[in-house]
Structures are given as C-alpha cells and as structure tokens.
C-alpha cells in the first residue's frame, strides 16, 4: 500500500482523505516499522535472543489452557474439540509431549462428543458437525497411540460423511448446515486421513471447488464470494486429495497467492486487508503444496526410485511401495527441487518478531492479545517456512533456512492436514491396516 500523501500534494481534500484500511494499514506498519528498527539497532547477540522462540513460556501458556479446559467450562461451548486441536497440534510441533493425565482427559473428553450415529460435537450431546469432527480427528492423531486412534468409529464418520454429502459435490458443515470449500476440506481431509474415502464422497467436489475459485485466482468459501487465505488452503489441500488439483487455474492461484505476502513479511488473508500471523500458515501452507506440486510434476518415477539413499525409498519399502504416484502419502514424501514461492526468512521474521508474545503464545498482531488459535497457526507457518528450502518434507533445514537460533526448530507437518509428519506416518500406517469398511 502506498505511503500516506505529503501535505504538500496538490491533491483536493477530498482525493487525501485516507479509507479506514489505509489509516489501519499505515499504523500497522508503523508498529512492525517500529519493532524492526528496535531489531536493527542492537548488536547481534541481542538480535538472537529477541528472535528466540520462547518454548518454555509457550508450553506453559499451552498446558494451562489444557488444564483450563478440564476444570472450567459451560456444556454451551461449542468449540473446545478445536481447542484441544489447536493446544495440542503446538505442543506436537514443538517436539513435546503433554502429560498423560491430559492426554487421556482429552481422549476421553473427545469420546463423549462423539455422537451416536457418527461424528463429533462441539460438545457432549451436541449435534455432530464437520469442523469439530476435523478437529477432533486431529487431536486424536496427534495424540497418537493404540486408544487415541482407535477411539475414532470410522464406520460412523464415513456415515455422517455420508449424511452431509449434497447433489451439488459439497457437503453441508452438519444437518441443515451451510455448504462451503472448509466443509469439503474437512470432510476429505478426515476421511483422507482415517482411509475410508471413496468414490461417493469424491464425486462432484472437484466441480464444487472449481466454482469457487474466483477472477483473483484464489479461491472463495463458496461460488461468487471474494478469494481467501482460510478457503483458498482448503481449496488446494481438497483438491490435491482428490487427485484433481490440476484443473485448478494453478497460474492465477500461484499469482494471487505469492502476492499476499505484505511489506511486513506476513500474509493477509484476501487483497487490501491487513496481514495476520494465522495466514502464515493458509497461506504459507498452500504455498508449500503449490511447491511440492511443480516437484511432483517436475519429477520422474525413475529419477526418484533411483535415488536409494533417500529416507524416504525405506520407508517406502515396507509400506507404500504399492501406492501410485497420486496418493497423498507419495505426494508428500516426493522430493521437491523448486525455491518456496514465498520470503521465508521474512515470514518468520513477522511470526517471531511481532506475532509472538513475550508471556508464550502468538497473536495476530502487534496490539493484539495471544491465543490459542493463533498460536498454532503461527506456529504451523513457522514450521512451514522452517522447511521451505528443504528437498524432502521431513529433512532438516540447513541453518542459512531457519531464522534465530538452532533451538527454533520446530517439527515438520504434513501440510495437506496440518498434522505433525510423524504423528501423521503413524495414522497411516495404522489406518491402512484397518479392516475396510
Ligand atoms: C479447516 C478450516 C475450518 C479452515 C477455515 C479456514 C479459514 C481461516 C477461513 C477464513 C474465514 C474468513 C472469511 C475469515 C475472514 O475474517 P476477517 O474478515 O476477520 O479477516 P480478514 O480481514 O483477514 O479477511
Ligand atoms: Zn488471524
């Protein structure tokens, strides 16, 4: 956005009068300007402590809303399987683990929300619904282990997956529901992941999404709506899901979204709105499978069944090595050999600079408070952009790739379900034994 006009412009007063998004933009870099300055001016050691990542602060932070959860509620809140996701998946990406009265409490607490004829509630006894089926899918993934997963009932979700599909190729986000891009994604994602998607629930998605994606070349929550971070995420991860990614106008896609990138380093999530640590990662996200694609695409099945000391060769040896090159497992474990499409350093750079707060935990933005949602969408960008110039999901990123210290590192996801890569490899392999349904 351009800077504010001088008083010396011969503009008319009312060509200066700036809009509402103007004044909130320039007092928003003003305050990024303000925290890069400070950066600017002190010596490197400092430099590298105000780039640290507090991980003690933030677990902390984490743990406490663990234990909040379980001491203190209302039976109206309607989203505390997203908050087990969110508190959960960050514990995971810092490599930690929480306490096993925690875990259980959540496994058990998730249980109860899981409703008699297929998927989960916002709460017990309350009416299942996709985007807390999402979450608490994921959390249980990520707490991994025999009893987390088998708490699922596949055959039930697959049921209400079943119950939400509509004619059109969407799915309604629960009976009588609103049908948009993020209830396809969460519908395929789980059943992507829990290995029970079929034909049934593919049909039509692919036309659903094309609908939505809009003249930008990003892609709104339905037909006719303006593009979006949140939804063009959903959009693409459905899409390479499906196995249907290409008939996406990936150009424009590519072009709208490397352009949300502001002046700060974060993303904003649509054109002229403020940038927001939580699109580091729907956008940071896309971008990466926008990357790992042209590496699919780029990429041979000789000249990658030739390279035999990859990690990934193993582990294809003994479990996916009967899997086409279009799976979602193969499309993550496929090398990539193309730069990220976005300024990594200086994603991170925003994430941890003026997203993280000093107590534990991120916020949108300077002035802003901290909390648990955007805690782990920031923390999930950072991973992402951690890893952006490594050849391989999970390889450690060379130290010129990760901003601050080695102790910043955090653990690689799978983007196409934000779910830890190695929490994620043990759904697989644990999924794919399951008896079909
Ligand atoms: C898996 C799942 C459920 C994904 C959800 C994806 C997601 C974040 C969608 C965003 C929804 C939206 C239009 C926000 C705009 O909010 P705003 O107007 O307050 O923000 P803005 O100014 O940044 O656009
Ligand atoms: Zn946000």
């Not at 002035?367 to 999930?380: A, E, I, Q, V």
Request: hydrophobic share 35%; proline share 5%.
């Amino acid at each position: 956005m351009e800077a504010p006009p001088s008083s010396s412009s011969s503009s008319s007063a009312s060509e200066l009068k700036p809009t509402i998004t103007q004044e909130e933009q320039w007092t928003l870099e003003a305050q990024v300007n303000h925290l890069y300055r400070l950066f600017d001016s002190i010596p490197p050691n400092s430099q590298s402590a105000m780039l640290e990542l507090h991980r003690d602060s933030i677990m902390e932070y984490l743990v406490k809303g663990l234990r909040h959860l379980s001491s203190s509620f209302s039976v109206l809140d309607a989203n505390r399987p997203w908050i087990c996701y969110w508190i959960f998946h960050s514990i995971a990406l810092l490599g930690e683990s929480a306490d096993f009265d925690l875990e259980h409490n959540a496994i058990d607490f998730l249980s109860r929300c899981q409703d008699h004829q297929g998927g989960y509630g916002g709460g017990p006894g309350q009416m299942p619904h996709l985007a807390t089926t999402y979450a608490a899918v994921n959390t249980l993934i990520t707490i991994g282990g025999h009893k987390s997963l088998a708490s699922i009932n596949r055959g039930k979700i697959y049921s209400f997956l079943r119950r939400m599909k509509q004619t059109s190729g969407g799915f309604t986000m629960h009976d009588g529901g609103e049908v948009d891009v993020r209830a396809c994604y969460t519908a395929i994602s789980v059943a992507s992941v829990l290995h029970i998607l079929d034909e049934e629930l593919v049909e039509g998605v692919g036309n659903y999404i094309l609908s939505c994606q809009t003249y930008e070349g990003g892609i709104a929550g339905e037909p006719g709506s303006e593009a979006h971070g949140g939804y063009t995420f959903c959009g693409l991860a459905t899409m390479i899901l499906i196995n249907e990614v290409n008939r996406l106008d990936l150009a424009s896609l590519t072009d709208w979204l490397v352009f949300r990138q502001g002046v700060e380093g974060g993303f904003q999530g649509r054109t002229n709105k403020l940038v927001d640590g939580c699109y580091s990662f729907w956008q940071g996200g896309a971008a990466v499978l926008i990357q790992r694609l042209h590496a699919n695409t780029d990429s041979t099945s000789s000249e990658l069944s030739d390279d035999e000391d990859s990690p990934d060769d193993e582990e294809g040896e003994h479990s996916d090595n009967e899997e086409s090159s279009s799976t979602p497992i193969t499309f993550i474990r496929r090398h990539t050999k193309t730069e990220p499409l976005f300024q990594s350093q200086a994603l991170q750079k925003y994430i941890l600079l003026c997203s993280q707060v000093l107590e534990g935990g991120f916020r949108d933005k300077p002035g802003k408070p901290r909390d648990h949602y955007h805690t782990c969408y920031c923390l999930s960008g950072l991973a992402v952009a951690q890893y952006s110039w490594s050849k391989d999901a999970d390889s450690a990123p060379l130290p010129g790739s990760l901003l601050g210290p080695y102790s910043n590192l955090l653990e690689p996801v799978n983007p196409l379900h934000n779910i830890v890569l190695e929490q994620y490899n043990e759904a697989h392999e644990y999924y794919s034994n399951a008896p079909t349904l």
